[in-house]
Structures are given as structure tokens and as C-alpha cells.
């Protein structure tokens, strides 16, 4: 079964520091992943997706990811954060071949402080 | 374009109850997936819907059920309601061959 890792509950940065959040995946195949972001109370926003080709993606807001399949990671990154994105983000892996249930991580919260 | 779109955003029931829960996909996807995300937690698949049919299940009990209409719309039904089923429940869309899901905005379920 695919399972997703986030071993990061919390993270503290600084306005204008750079970002980098974990993700690990568990699956037999290439999956497609995911990062998704969710505000209080919200759903959740697609940031980027990685389905193949190019291993380093962008994604809306700034941030990209890099799928490394000898780690099996596929790591958040943003170069300057802004007080806005203080938020909740999840990892998820999805099922390739049609069927499309996907599994999430349990998530990194990030604050941001001035 | 509406996106996916849930009703009602919050709703209160008491424990023992039934409740309903509406999904309206985004336009041009035919999938449905339902998810429950308790507070502080990751959300966990709960089912999906595909041609108004149950395709694939998470580790949820059978009070938890669904149905999707030939208009792609979906309801989550749950009975017997616990105060553990307390959770935020999201609904996504996607296209058949297409993994990307997209969510809506969520129902706020409270069991007291």
C-alpha cells in the first residue's frame, strides 16, 4: 500500500528565509505527487503536481518541488517566504494507472514570523 | 467555472443521527472522492465514485455510504453518527485518467 511521510509536524521560519518542507513516499511504481496547501477552516489548494519528465517542478505562490526517486522524496521548497503563506501543507501520492485514490501525509504546519 | 462545490459548510447533528453531504464536481470530471479530516490530521479516504459506482473504499465502517447521480453530483451518507465522526468532510473531483484532484471547500460536521 502507498503511504506518504511528513516528519515535520511544525515549522518556524522567518519572513523572507527560505522554506524547505519533507515529504517521503512509500510505492512500488512512480507515483504522481502532490502538494497541497489548506488555510483554517478550508479546503484544500493544489501548489504543484509531479506526474513525470522534468524532476524539478513549479508551482503557483513560488514554490517548487523535486522528485528524487532514490530517496523517494519529493520535497517542498520555496526561496522567501511571506507571512501569508503560514498555512497548513500536505504531501500526497496518487495511484497511477486510472484509479486515482490519493493518499496524503499528515501534514507540516508552518508559521511565519516577522 | 464553479469548481467543486460542497453543501451544507456546517452543520450540528446529534449522536445517532443520520446526515447527507453534497458534492458537486467541477465541470468535465466524472470522479468523485470523498475524504474525512479530523482536526489536526491529514484527510483519510473514506471512497470513490465513478459511473455511480463505488470503485474503491478506504477503512471506513458501512454506516459510512455514497451515491453518485448521472450528473456526476455525489452525496456522502453516514448513520449513527458518532461524536468521533466529528470532522471536516471534503469532497474532489477529478477526470478518469487524469490523478489530479480538485477539492471543495469542505462540510464542518459536529456530532454532539
Known amino acids: 500500500a502507498q503511504s506518504v511521510t511528513q516528519p515535520d509536524i511544525h515549522i518556524t521560519v522567518s519572513e523572507g528565509a527560505s522554506l524547505e518542507l519533507r515529504c517521503n513516499y512509500s510505492?512500488?511504481?512512480?507515483?504522481?505527487l502532490f502538494w497541497y496547501v489548506q488555510s483554517p477552516g478550508q479546503g484544500l489548494q493544489l501548489l504543484l503536481k509531479?506526474?513525470?519528465?522534468?524532476?524539478l517542478v513549479q508551482g503557483i505562490k513560488g514554490f517548487e518541488a523535486e522528485f528524487k526517486r532514490s530517496q523517494s522524496s519529493f520535497n517542498l521548497r520555496k526561496p522567501s517566504v511571506h507571512w501569508s503563506d503560514a498555512a497548513e501543507y500536505f504531501c500526497?501520492?496518487?495511484?497511477?494507472?486510472?484509479?486515482?485514490?490519493?493518499?496524503f501525509g499528515t501534514g507540516t504546519k508552518l508559521q511565519v514570523i516577522p | 467555472d464553479a469548481g467543486v462545490t460542497q453543501s451544507p459548510t456546517h452543520l450540528i447533528k446529534t449522536r445517532g443521527q443520520q446526515v447527507t453531504l453534497r458534492c458537486s464536481p467541477k465541470?468535465?470530471?466524472?470522479?468523485v472522492s470523498w475524504y474525512q479530516q479530523a482536526l489536526g490530521q491529514g484527510p483519510q479516504f473514506i471512497f470513490q465514485?465513478?459511473?455511480?459506482?463505488?470503485?474503491q473504499r478506504g477503512n471506513f465502517p458501512d454506516r459510512f455510504s455514497g451515491h453518485q447521480f448521472p450528473n456526476y453530483s455525489s452525496e456522502l451518507n453516514v448513520n449513527a453518527l458518532l461524536l468521533g465522526d466529528s470532522a471536516l468532510y471534503l469532497c474532489?473531483?477529478?477526470?478518469?485518467?487524469?490523478?489530479?484532484?480538485?477539492f471543495g471547500q469542505g462540510t464542518r460536521l459536529t456530532v454532539v
Open positions: 509531479y506526474f513525470s519528465g522534468d524532476t
Open positions: 465541470s468535465g470530471h466524472d470522479t
Open positions: 500526497a501520492v496518487g495511484l497511477s494507472g486510472g484509479y486515482q485514490k490519493v493518499t
Open positions: 474532489a473531483s477529478s477526470s478518469t485518467w487524469v490523478p489530479e484532484a480538485f
Open positions: 510505492y512500488g511504481a512512480t507515483p504522481y
Open positions: 465514485y465513478y459511473e455511480e459506482e463505488e470503485r
